[in-house]
């Protein structure tokens, strides 16, 4: 579980967005080691290289969380979980709502887990921040990524959903599965992260296990944004 840290404005979002190709590179390689084909397990694959086959093919290998949750209000929280099967269903298929019977057991059984099921069939836009993001997760979990990015993910929640999430992504990374977060608290990093990775002005500054995170490194990755952090 890797935290990416650092103040506002140093890339963190930008690292994330880049990498999810929602944000094009103007440079650089992004080396991934997670492909099951063609040959890259050892090397990686530089995924700004790859043609639009190959970024299907990625896009099935991540999952991605928003801070806003990036729901849509109008759907019934099991489709908006279905939604993650998106790139494993022909648009004719979706626009129906024709999902199989497997990814709907998958949906419920990921609803259940995280104590939603009785939410199943309301609308998403009637639930809380913290529900709204384990739906979220539920999505993103869809897909059966290996590495799971989540963005400020608990920024807008209160401190109970927050440890909430916070554990849920833990279980996740325990189970396997590469979770990539953006954290503004270093007391959630040292708590729940195994690794930290500092950047300021998009360079990195630390690379490494949580507990290294001393005042005076803090201090270089926050500025006058020390005080703010917790």
Known sequence: MVAVIGRSGAGKSTLLHVMNGSTPATGGQILYHGYKSHGHEGNGR?????????????????????????????????????????????????????????????AITLLQWLGLLPQALQRAENLSGGQMQRVAICRALMQNPQLLLADEPVASLDPKNTQRIMEVLRQISENGITVMINLHSIELVRQYCTRAIGIAQGEILFDGPPDRLDESLLRRLYGDEMETLH
């Open 46 to 106: 530089d995924i700004l290289c790859s043609n639009a086959r190959q970024w299907r093919q990625w896009r099935s290998e991540y999952g991605m969380i928003f801070q806003d949750f990036c729901l849509v209000p109008r759907l019934d929280v099991l489709t908006n979980v279905l939604l993650g099967r998106l790139n494993h269903t022909s648009t004719v298929k979706f626009f129906f709502k024709i999902f199989s019977d497997e990814d709907r057991t998958r």
